[in-house]
Structures are given as structure tokens and as C-alpha cells.
């Protein structure tokens, strides 16, 4: 069964930097893209940054961009989210997924997630 | 980036009505469509992709169609487990977007 597990969230003071973790197990790690998705409360989904199997390349939307970094340990099957510089606007909950075994960039499995709350 | 809008915020419907939920993309995304549900206090779960693929594990009252810009997610008799937000996605642009959700209230 395929398991994603967060951590790492938290208050934090805009400004600050958090870094959230995701524990993967179930699957083979090192075989899928995985990506987080942050969900402000109340609000829509909104995808955050991807990063491929090997972690080779990353992806990120433009409001984290220079901020944010994806990255991940295969042989801890572990995902990352350096978050830097946070922002009130990047309060939310961070969820970690992966992508399916279909073709196309779908978010197949997600964990429960992580609340970040960015507030003096 | 590709603007998705979803055409209500909020439908209620009655157990065994059908409802039809609409997505519109800013731009011809050629079916790469997908559909997520989110229950009340719970993670999204993955339900269709490519604009009509079923998953395996969801019932087969949902259904899903389109093609270019509109897409819809359909459910055939409505059941008291559906009350959830429905988003969708596209994934044509790696900016990938979604919809801003459309919850369903059972009556």
C-alpha cells in the first residue's frame, strides 16, 4: 500500500524558512516523479514545485520560485521542501504526492498533510 | 499559465439524481483532464484521468467526457458518499493548474 507521510510543519514568522519532509513507503521510490500540492484553508489546490525520479530536474510555479526547493534522498525514500523567505500567502496545508502509474502527470496518492502557518 | 474554471462553486442534488460538473480551460489542453475528490477534513483522491479514465476502484456512476477546452464530470445516481468538493486539473502545461473546486451538498 502506497504510504506518503508528512512533516515538518508549523508556525513560522514571515521571513523564516521551514523545511517539511515526506516519508514514502509501499512503492518503489526511486521509480516515480513526486511533487507537493498546498492547499490554503478554505481554499483550492494549488501545485507547488515537482522534481523526477532521479532528481535531476525540478519544476516550481512562479510565486515560489527562488524560494522553494524540491529535492529528495531515493536511498531514504524521502521527499523535501525547503521553504525560505516565507510569505503569509504561503500559509496552507503541504501535501506530498506522486504521480500514478499512468502516462501524464497526475497526483495519484497524497499523504494527509502538513499545516504551515506563516504569521507574526 | 492555463486558467482552469469550474462553472459553480457549490450544486446540491437529491440521492439518486444525476449532476454534471463543468471545467473550462483558458486554452485547448487535448484531454489532459483530471478529476479529484475531497472529502470534509480529508486529502484529495484521485479519480479520472485523461478527461474519461476511470479508476479501477471508483464506482462506475462516474463518468467523465470532453475534449479542447470543456470537460464534465458526470454522476449517475447520486449516493450519500459523493457530498465532496470536485476539482480538476490539467496537466497539457507542466504549470499544472487547477480548478477552484465545485462542492457537492446532498439533500
Known amino acids: 500500500e502506497v504510504q506518503l507521510v508528512e512533516s515538518g510543519g508549523g508556525l513560522v514568522q514571515p521571513g523564516r524558512s521551514l523545511k517539511l519532509s515526506c516519508a514514502a513507503s509501499?512503492?518503489?521510490?526511486?521509480?516515480?516523479?513526486m511533487a507537493w500540492v498546498r492547499q490554503a484553508p478554505t481554499k483550492g489546490l494549488e501545485w507547488v514545485a515537482s522534481?523526477?525520479?532521479?532528481?535531476?530536474?525540478?519544476y516550481y510555479r512562479d510565486s515560489v520560485k527562488g524560494r522553494f526547493t524540491i529535492s529528495r534522498d531515493n536511498a531514504k525514500s524521502t521527499l523535501y521542501l525547503q521553504m525560505d523567505s516565507l510569505r503569509s500567502e504561503d500559509t496552507a496545508t503541504y501535501y506530498c504526492?506522486?504521480?500514478?502509474?499512468?502516462?501524464?502527470?497526475?497526483?495519484?496518492?497524497w499523504g494527509q498533510g502538513t499545516l504551515v502557518t506563516v504569521s507574526s | 499559465d492555463i486558467h482552469m474554471t469550474q462553472n459553480s462553486v457549490s450544486l446540491s442534488a437529491f440521492i439518486g439524481d444525476k449532476v454534471t460538473i463543468t471545467c473550462w480551460a483558458s486554452?485547448?489542453?487535448?484531454?489532459?483532464l483530471g478529476w479529484y475528490q475531497q472529502k470534509q477534513g480529508q486529502s484529495p483522491k484521485f479519480l479520472m484521468y485523461?478527461?474519461?479514465n476511470l479508476l479501477s476502484v471508483v464506482p462506475s456512476r462516474f463518468s467523465g467526457s470532453g475534449s479542447g477546452t470543456e470537460n464534465s464530470l458526470t454522476i449517475t445516481g447520486i449516493q450519500p458518499e459523493d457530498a465532496a468538493t470536485y476539482f480538476c486539473?490539467?496537466?497539457?502545461?507542466?504549470?499544472?493548474?487547477f480548478g477552484s473546486g465545485t462542492k457537492l451538498e446532498i439533500k
Open positions: 486539473q490539467q496537466c497539457y502545461s507542466y504549470l499544472f493548474t
Open positions: 509501499g512503492f518503489t521510490f526511486s521509480n516515480y516523479y
Open positions: 485523461y478527461a474519461s
Open positions: 504526492t506522486r504521480r500514478g502509474g499512468y502516462s501524464g502527470d497526475w497526483f495519484a496518492y
Open positions: 522534481i523526477t525520479n532521479s532528481g535531476g530536474s525540478t
Open positions: 486554452q485547448d489542453i487535448s484531454r489532459y
